[in-house]
C-alpha cells in the first residue's frame, strides 16, 4: 500500500489550500480515510475523516467550519480543502488509513504565515 501527499505551499493568514493524497496497492473505495497533521515538536492529530462511500465527514473542533475532506472513489483520491488557515495550522499533512496515522506518506508541509 502506498499513500503519496501533494498540493501544500506557503499561505498567508486568511488563505486556502487543497491538498491531496494518491492511494495505490489498497482497496481505497472500501476504507475509511484520514488527514494527520504534524506540527514542528508536536505528535500527530487527527484533522478530518470520512467513510468508504462518503457518507460520514467528521472534523476536529479546531477545523470545523473551516477545512472540507473528500474522496473520489474512481480515481483513488483523497482531498483536504482548508479555508481561511490560521498560523495554528501550520504543519505537515498526512494521509493515513487510521487516526494514528497508519500508512502515512511521506506528507506535504503547510506553511501559514505573513
Known amino acids: 500500500a502506498r499513500l503519496m501527499e501533494s498540493g501544500g505551499g506557503r499561505v498567508e493568514p486568511g488563505g486556502s489550500l487543497r491538498i491531496s493524497c494518491e492511494a495505490s496497492?489498497?482497496?481505497?473505495?472500501?476504507?475509511?480515510m484520514w488527514w494527520v497533521r504534524q506540527a514542528p515538536g508536536q505528535g500527530l492529530e487527527w484533522v478530518a475523516k470520512?467513510?468508504?462511500?462518503?457518507?460520514?465527514?467528521e472534523y476536529h473542533d479546531s477545523v470545523k467550519g473551516r477545512f472540507t475532506i473528500s474522496r473520489d472513489n474512481s480515481e483513488n483520491m483523497l482531498y483536504l480543502q482548508m479555508d481561511n488557515l490560521q498560523p495554528e495550522d501550520t504543519a505537515r499533512y498526512f494521509c493515513?488509513?487510521?487516526?494514528?496515522?497508519?500508512?502515512r506518506g511521506p506528507g506535504t508541509q503547510v506553511t501559514v504565515s505573513s
Open positions: 470520512i467513510d468508504s462511500n462518503d457518507n460520514t465527514r
Open positions: 496497492g489498497l482497496a481505497f473505495w472500501r476504507i475509511w
Open positions: 493515513a488509513t487510521s487516526v494514528s496515522g497508519d500508512g
